[in-house]
């Protein structure tokens, strides 16, 4: 799983809105929503996994493709 938080409204470690930047389309499934912790990344990472808000967004970058995903009021990823 390969994905980092690249902001969460201007400073890092937020639980608020968080922006994701994803290798694997697959690892959206493994990211927070609110309420729920995402999968943790290594034994070391205390602040990727921790719940975000409504609204985040996640950006799966593979090669020449890039999708977007957002975190919706039902608490589901959903690619825009």
Known sequence: ????????NGKPNSYLQK???LT??????????????GTQESCDDTVTNDPCAVGSTALVVTGAVTEAYILTPDNEWVKM
């Open 19 to 21: 922006e994701y930047l």
């Open 24 to 37: 694997n389309a697959e690892d959206v499934s493994k990211l927070p929503r609110v309420g729920i912790k």
């Open 1 to 8: 799983m390969a994905f980092k938080i690249i902001g969460a």
